[in-house]
Each structure stands twice: as structure tokens, then as C-alpha cells.
């Protein structure tokens, strides 16, 4: 079986990359790239290829060259020079702190830059100025239904059988090892870890809230996207589909927001006994709860009293190096059990379970400006043009993807989030970009 598993990722792996180099339509070739970062699993190993994640951006790169779009777009692209300023960043960092080879840190710099904020500039390059309705609507059936299954098959078998396919022990990190824990089976689906595959469960669900229109395909679709994000057993997705929603319906329909915390609210009391006494759905709603209440002190996984912990640790260790940090990848070498520096971990960094807390270890503050800077503009960016009406959708939805990503960045381990949000990050980019230069050159041409 694990054979099989893995020989269809790798077609499929190979047919994207294909796509991305030879589809015609733009539009579709940006589904493809949803579609490999959403769907193929990150760690899978072929020889001299990188991994999906370092390299789907790089194939929109030699595209845009390709098409002889490279120049146009990255002169149009808002973010050009922060970004370059970042790769400039991870080429020159191993020189003030490495722990490892050169050779060997220059490499693992750009991979990690790669498959960060370069996603971002690969959806922007792929992505078309304007997308069908109707095919978004497909892609996104599409992406439901795979999801569903495979999180739904994670559940029914007992297995993470994709990670455990790549997996040199034959079981996933969180498989069975993990069943007799107090959160039990964490479905990962077609994903490394449930955190980001609960959050490709949360990107489908505000998309089919919005673009798929027929009740009857809507809600079903919804409900077993929310039924996967149980099996999980991760309360971060959750927190983030709710300011998902919150963000949406504030900004597009506000008066749905009140309706719809009115209608969970309602559903808790009137199914909350029930959902309780279900042995896995009743630990899952404690969890949340506590979580709310508590701050997650009494079940298992982070809470905020080891979030202040984390903190204090993470300042100890940015006293070694305040600027550049320790080198990239230090902070996972910390904290794994077979790291070649868990002999030096403080028990209270745990999992550095923040993005915040890795970025400051590794590089220091100098990187955490250019990280904050990124952000800031990236907001500051789509909250300009929300309040047009003109582009008021497309506003909204960069706004809302930016906001998932950084508030999950901050509370939990960043494994492959960005590969979720920053496609249609890029795409909204890409939208407002291209039709705010045709407005502007429109009434140019008035005023000649």
C-alpha cells in the first residue's frame, strides 16, 4: 500500500510541476499550484528535485520568465522590495551565524525562504488578473472532497496512511504512537501535521461559505469540512475559522455576524449534552472550552501560562545573539528529541510552538523587523483598498487569508502554513495590482 501511496503522490507531484510549466490558461495553471501546495505531501523525497514547498514557488518564477512576464510583474509587485531585501537577508545571515557548514547554510536559507515568503511571490507571478466564478466553484468541490476524504479515511483506519507511506518508521508522527493520549488520533489528511491540514480544511470552508451559491452543496460540503477539522483534534483551526469569519462578516455582510454567533450559541445549548457525552467530539468541545476559559490549563497541548514560558525562554536564548540570532534551523535542533543540540534545551521552550519565537532564535531581531515590516505592509496594503467598493471582495479576502496566517503563525508551530494562505494571498494581490493600473491608465487616456 505504501508503495502505491507514494507512486501516485509522485505522478501527481510531477504532473504539477508539468502544469505549471506548460498550461496555456493562467487560470488554471493557478488551481494547479493551489491545488500541489493544498494536496501534495510536503516531505516527499525525489532525487535531485526539492521538495513541493521550496519548489512550486521557483516553477512560478521560471514561468513568468517563460512567458517574458517576469520583468512587468516584479515591477508591479508591492512587496518587491522587502522581498528582496529578505532573500538578500538569508543569502548574507550564514556569514554572521551558522552552526553548520557554509555551503550547507546558504542552502538551507534560501529553502527556507523559498517556501515562506517566496510562496507569496509565486501566486502573485502565476496567478490570473481575474478568475471565472465558476471554476473557482469547481476547484474548490474539488479541494473539498479530497480533503474530506482523506481526513475521513485518516479517521476510519487509525492511520495517517499518506505520512506514514514516506515515513522511515512506517507510522506518522502523529499516528498511533499518540492514540493513547489525552487528545487521542490527530488526523493530518493529505498534510504533515493536523494544524496545517485543519487549516486547508478552514480555506475551503470560508471559500464554499462565500463562492458556492446552492444550499444543498453548500452545507454538506461545510459540515464534513468542520467534521474533519474534529478529527484533528487541533483547537488552532478553530480560533482561526472563527476571526476568518469574523473578518468576513464584519466587512461583507455584518449583519450575518450577529446571526451566525447567535446560531452557534444556540446550537452549544441545544447540542452541547449530546456532543459532550460522544467520547472523542465531547473531548474535543472540552478542550476549546477550557481553552476559552482557562487558557488550556487542565487538557493537554499549549496553554498561556507555558506561552509565558516560551517567552522568557526564547529572551534568554536571544541574549546569546540579540541580532542575528543562532543560525537558521537552531531552534529545531533545540527542541527534537534527536536534534544535535537538545542537550542544551531549556524544558520550558517545549516545541517553540510560535513563528515568533523560532524567528528570533534563529535570526535574531534583525530578521523579526523584516518579518513585522512584511506583515504590516502586506495589511496596511488590502485595508487601503477595502473601503473602494471597486475592490472591496478582493480586499476582503487578502485581508482575511493575511490575518489566519499571521494569527496561527503566532500560536503555533508554522510547519507548511504558508503554502495554505499566500497563494490566494497572491491572487488577491495580483487582482487589485492589475486593475488598479487599468483604472489608472484609463483615466490617463480620459485626461489626454
Known sequence: MNTGIQLIEYLFFLLVIYKLIFEKDKEKCFYWYVCG?????????????????????????????????LKQLWNVYPLRVLTLLMLLYHILHPFMASWMSLGSAIRFELYEFSQTYLVLLGGFLIAPAAFSRNRLQRCLLFLAVVLIVAGGMCWMMDSNFIAAAFSSTGDSFFGSDRVGTERGFRATGPAFSPNSYGNSLVLCILLVNHYIKKTTLRIP????????????????????????????????????????????????????????????????VAGITDLVLTGGQNTDGSSSELRELQWLTTLNYLEEAPIWGHGQGYTMQLVNEDGRFFFLKDSSIAGAEGYQYITLIDYGISYMLLALLFFIML??????????????????????????????????????????YFPFVGLCLKMIVCKSNTKADYEHNISM
Open 37 to 69: 501546495n493544498l494536496l501534495l505531501y510536503p516531505l516527499m523525497k525525489l532525487p535531485i528535485i526539492p521538495q513541493p514547498p521550496i519548489l512550486l514557488p521557483l516553477i512560478c518564477i521560471v514561468r513568468a520568465y517563460k512567458d517574458k512576464e
Open 379 to 420: 495589511i496596511s496594503y488590502f485595508i487601503r483598498y477595502i473601503r473602494n467598493k471597486e475592490f472591496a471582495e478582493t480586499a476582503l479576502w487578502g485581508l482575511c487569508f493575511t490575518v489566519c496566517l499571521l494569527v496561527f503563525l503566532l500560536s503555533s508551530r508554522p510547519n507548511q502554513i504558508w503554502q495554505i
Open 221 to 284: 460540503l461545510i459540515l464534513g469540512l468542520l467534521l474533519c477539522i474534529v478529527f484533528t483534534a487541533s483547537r488552532a483551526p478553530v480560533f482561526i475559522l472563527a476571526i476568518g469569519l469574523c473578518i468576513y462578516y464584519l466587512f461583507q455582510k455584518k449583519s450575518k455576524l450577529v446571526l451566525t454567533v447567535a446560531v452557534v450559541y444556540i446550537g452549544f445549548i441545544l447540542f452541547g449534552e449530546a456532543l459532550s457525552n460522544n467520547e472523542y467530539i465531547g473531548k474535543y
